[in-house]
């Protein structure tokens, strides 16, 4: 089976401005999450999990500067000296505090240069010819590298303390409660075409398109909710070893979990802490901020199971009517506010049941947007795998300590955010706004 889904095509002009546009959603993205707090605020660290806010800040302009003025542009470099202070890989984030970092007034003037630079580039590079020029890549990369950023520093938001910074209006309400929609579907079994070879903007991990074949299994209509999380906390679930992972049960024990994190007991109710504001645990949004080891444990409780990253890709993506696979669960248009959200438009998850027009043609909802999804599966490589352009985006992240996300979270712009997108994080990680939703095989009665 091969790929059939090709995004339509689009000349030099209309690619060039589709850059202009991803570029400056993602700056003005960038420019929000660093001007709604005083630079003390931006050179602390708010968590050793996470960079001081002025470190992404500068990172995100170096990232630009090398790739789009020094390796599309051909222009010499304008601070060298700062490119092992932003190097990823060369210091953890708990040291990067420590390192002689721009001032949060030097950071903005850099990437503001940076990027006056990098539009005199994009208006004057030939988007063909090479695989980094080819449709505008290389500008694409660089806005998803930028969106990616912004949504860690949304993290680091959500991990600092002090009063309100960021507001956004509620995302919309579910046009049915949960229980009027099917609890769960049947994804009929075959083969399917899995990742993309035509995407022009998809990343190294993403490709190439190859076909997988799965058996039958039935799925959860959409992501598990506080509600539902709720009975596995109040039956014990964090206090039976019966449901974890052996390394999920240490860490359990040894950090005291009892919850999600930035949940609290109080008065008996469940409260929360969501960018500052305390408020009352949702019970019918999708649950967040739990870790894969929790997400691995409800499901064992409920006796159920994670599904496998090709599972959660076929239901996205296969549409059984004439057995393509699309590049949303909707079909192949970009998404927009009726299908998914995306882009920091609201500050929380939907409730589940949201966003009808966003479902797959089995009735599977929000597989795009409101959280990421933990699947069962290690971040490995496809079939005929490439590191491009650089072996740091993906390849040394490859193995089983790493396990794969998918679908996109309320943090995530549209354009890091697609049928085949790959996200893969340490199955400790808890801060990151991340769910689940679960999956059973199919017995005989099923089909």
């Known amino acids: ?33 660093t001007s709604c707090v005083e630079d003390g605020e931006l050179t602390a660290q708010h968590s050793p ?22 390796v599309v542009g051909g222009r010499d470099p304008m601070r060298p000296e700062i490119d092992k202070v932003y190097d990823a890989f060369e210091h953890p984030r708990a040291e990067r505090p420590t390192l002689p970092l721009l001032t949060p007034a030097e950071a903005r003037t850099y990437a503001a240069e940076v990027r006056g630079r990098a539009m005199d580039v994009l208006e004057r590079a030939p988007l063909h010819g090479e695989p980094l020029l080819d449709a505008g890549f290389a500008f694409g990369m660089v806005a998803q590298h930028e969106q990616q950023h912004d949504e860690t520093m949304l993290i680091t938001h959500q991990l600092r303390h002090g ?11 579910a046009p049915v409660t949960a229980d009027a929609i099917a609890a769960e579907v049947l994804v009929p079994g075959g083969p399917f075409s899995q990742g993309t070879s035509v995407e022009p903007w998809a990343l190294d991990n993403e490709r190439p398109a190859h076909t997988v074949t799965v058996p039958p299994f039935l799925l959860d209509t959409t992501p598990v909710a506080n509600g539902a999380y709720l009975h596995f ?55 967040l901020h739990v870790s894969w080891y929790e997400a691995d444990a409800y499901a064992r409780w409920a006796g159920r199971r994670l599904p496998s990253e090709a599972e959660w890709e076929k239901a996205a993506r296969f549409d059984p009517a004439s057995g393509r696979s699309t590049r949303y669960p909707w079909g192949d ?8 959200n995306l882009g920091q438009r609201h500050l929380r998850p939907a409730p589940v049941g949201a966003y009808p027009r966003g479902q797959s043609p089995l009735g599977v909802r929000q597989l795009i947007g409101d959280v990421w999804e933990w699947t069962s599966s290690d971040f490995l490589p496809y079939p005929g795998f490439a590191a491009f352009p650089y072996r740091e985006y993906s390849e040394v992240f490859f193995g089983p300590e790493h396990k794969v996300l998918r679908g996109g979270s309320f943090a995530v712009d549209p354009v890091a955010c697609r049928g085949t997108f790959r996200n893969w994080d340490l199955p400790v990680r808890r801060q990151i706004f991340a769910g689940f939703r679960t999956a059973r095989d199919a017995a005989e009665g099923d089909l």
């Not at 974890?244 to 109710?269: I, K, N, S, Y």
């Open 1 to 33: 089976m091969t790929e059939t889904t090709q995004p339509p095509d689009v000349d030099s002009e209309g690619l060039r401005s589709h850059a202009v546009e991803a570029l400056a959603r993602a700056r003005w993205r960038t420019a929000l999450l």
């Open 49 to 70: 999990l996470m960079s001081p806010l002025v470190w992404d800040l500068a990172h995100i302009g170096n990232q630009e500067e090398l790739w789009l003025l020094r």
């Open 163 to 173: 009063p309100t910074a960021l507001t956004a209006p509620p995302p919309p309400a």
């Open 233 to 287: 906390i109040e039956d014990g679930g964090y206090r039976d070893s019966r449901w974890w992972d052996p390394a999920g049960w240490r860490m359990v024990r040894e950090h005291g979990l009892r919850a999600p994190l930035f949940w609290r007991r109080e008065g008996g109710q469940w409260l929360r802490r969501r960018f500052g504001v305390t408020e009352p645990v949702a019970v019918d949004e999708p649950v």
């Open 333 to 340: 248009a970009d998404p927009t506010p009726e299908h998914a």
